[in-house]
């Protein structure tokens, strides 16, 4: 795949397409693969938020990530299960997520 870029030609102009240098093209590539790393590096602590994803320590005390795809509901809608329908509802509610997902 070639990469473009738009250079200007003059005021008002919408300007031209021309090929990127081989020294651009390794810069857009070098930035495009530290941004996925970056991204790759911090998705489990957003799906972590979400409820797809726990983490424990195993004996060593390295943290493993657990994916949990259908995981547990956000923390928003627990605290309101409990405040209207009480702890007793909560915890059904959790035990069905851990029973689906046992930890390994």
Request: glycine share 6%.
């Amino acid at each position: 795949m070639t990469l473009t870029k738009m250079v200007a030609t003059g005021q008002g102009s919408t300007g031209v397409e021309v090929e990127v240098s081989a020294e651009e093209e390794a810069e857009v590539r070098a930035w495009k693969a530290e941004e996925t790393a970056k991204q790759e590096a911090t998705a489990w602590l957003k799906h972590r938020r979400e409820g797809k994803v726990t983490s424990h320590k195993d004996k060593d005390n390295n943290r493993i990530i657990d994916s949990i795809e259908s995981g547990y509901p956000p923390i928003s809608d627990q605290l309101d299960q409990i405040y209207h329908e009480g702890i007793d509802a909560w915890k059904v509610t959790i035990k069905a997520v851990k029973d689906a997902h046992p930890k390994p």
